[in-house]
């Protein structure tokens, strides 16, 4: 599975980014799908989570109530809308997917957030 993270880019706090995942050659509609980020000097942390069919999603607390998980199965695409941003949120952004614990992991894309 080759994933493909795109939409990130600097943006002033308080201000909105919405991330894309897509992938070529193999559908995601099976796949459980997340975001994780890197932050500089900091190890790779879960953001969020959003089950095959897209009924459950899970979100790290330091995200909730300003970040949205949700995925098109259609187009096999994920995405993360990013809203109320903060200079904690700046990182290198990851898209991963995960069938029966087997992981595969896109290029990042990074995101700055600044004041």
């Known amino acids: 599975v080759q994933l493909q993270a795109s939409g990130g880019g600097l943006v002033q706090a308080g201000g909105p980014l919405r991330l894309s995942c897509a992938t070529s050659?193999?559908?995601?509609?099976?796949?459980?799908m997340g975001w994780f980020r890197q932050a500089p000097g900091k190890e790779r942390e879960f953001v969020a989570v959003?089950?095959?069919?897209?009924?459950?999603?899970s979100l790290v607390d330091s995200v909730k109530g300003r970040f949205t998980i949700s995925r098109d199965n259609f187009d096999n695409t994920v995405y993360l809308q990013m809203n109320s941003l903060n200079l904690d949120d700046t990182a290198v952004y990851y898209c991963n997917a995960d069938q029966y614990g087997v992981n595969y992991w896109g290029k990042g894309t990074q995101v700055t957030v600044s004041s």
């Open positions: 959003i089950t095959w069919s897209g009924s459950l999603t």
């Open positions: 050659g193999r559908t995601l509609s099976s796949y459980t």
